[in-house]
């Protein structure tokens, strides 16, 4: 069975401070592996996303993920934050390309002043 | 390019009625999928259309719940009736047959069962 986790349903960090987004996942088959984020009153929209090769993925508005298959983790980072980052942010799988999203219960990114 | 839409944004029932929510893929994307997330809960999966064929219904939770996707555009989903249970936000998204690895996600509807 496929699954993912999110370690901290909250995460605060000051206005320039690094961000860490905490992802795990299992699958019995290489995963193709994504986060996405919902800001308020908004849709989900994909930050980034790792398939094959490099295992350094760039997204957009700063944000990289990182790949590491002895982990099993995909952890999302940006090293600063902004305001205009507050949002929920959901790390996700699927097992081939048509596969359902296996979505991890998320996590809620406030930056403080 | 239009991306991914759905309506209502926010539909308010009560018990034992009938909703109908709609989605409108990204144009030429043949493979549509509807999700939920319902309070406090993770999104899950629901089920997945290619063109105008289900191919995997296997997270529809009960016969309440029917999809359709005429002509393999537009889809609609359709609870009746509708239960307490069935509270939450249900997302639409589309993929390419060419690059499927990707979907796009709609802006969501929110449903509320009084």
């Known amino acids: 069975a496929q699954s993912v986790t999110q370690l901290g349903s909250h995460v605060s960090v000051s206005e320039g401070a690094l961000v860490l987004l905490r992802c795990n996942y299992s699958?019995?088959?290489?995963?193709?592996l994504f986060w996405y984020v919902q800001y308020p009153n908004q849709g989900l929209q994909l930050l980034l996303k790792y398939t094959t090769g490099a295992t350094l993925v760039k997204g957009i508005n700063g944000f990289e993920a990182e790949f590491k298959k002895s982990e099993t983790s995909f952890h999302l980072t940006k090293p600063s934050a902004h305001m205009s980052d507050a949002a929920e942010y959901f790390c996700?799988?699927?097992?081939?390309?048509?596969?359902?999203?296996?979505f991890g219960p998320g996590t809620s990114l406030s930056v403080i002043p | 390019e239009a991306g991914v839409t759905q309506f209502p944004s926010h539909s308010v029932i009560e018990k034992g009625q009938t909703v109908t929510l709609r989605c409108d893929p990204i144009s030429g994307h043949d493979n549509l999928y509807w999700y939920r997330r319902v309070m406090g809960k993770e999104i899950k999966f629901l089920l997945h259309?290619?063109?105008?064929?289900?191919?995997?219904e296997s997270g529809m939770p009960n016969n309440r719940f029917l999809a359709e996707r005429t002509g393999g555009t537009y889809s609609t989903l359709k609870v009746q009736p509708a239960e307490l249970e069935d509270s939450g936000v249900y997302f639409c998204a589309s993929s390419p047959q060419t690059t499927a690895d990707t979907q796009y996600f709609g802006p969501g509807t929110r449903l509320t069962v009084l």
């Open positions: 699958s019995s088959v290489p995963p193709y």
């Open positions: 996700a799988l699927t097992g081939t390309s048509y596969d359902k999203v296996i």
């Open positions: 259309f290619v063109k105008e064929s289900k191919q995997d």
